[in-house]
């Protein structure tokens, strides 16, 4: 999958996150280690909503 992250240099570290994944960030020393950075939590980010949704019940609300 493509997702689009965001990355903002802050004081000496790179932060970067992705929009699309509520709380999914991380920083790195470099723009290019938090770029690599950002695909590992990315993809355990995914594995553990993957394994936390796999007995739950799903339910539909109007709001």
Known sequence: ???????????????IWCPALPGCWTVGNTEQEALDKIKYVIQDYLQKIDDVSKNAEFYYIDV
Not at 1 to 15: E, T
Request: no cysteine.
């Open 1 to 15: 999958m493509r997702y689009q992250v965001k990355l903002n240099k802050i004081d000496q570290v790179y932060a």
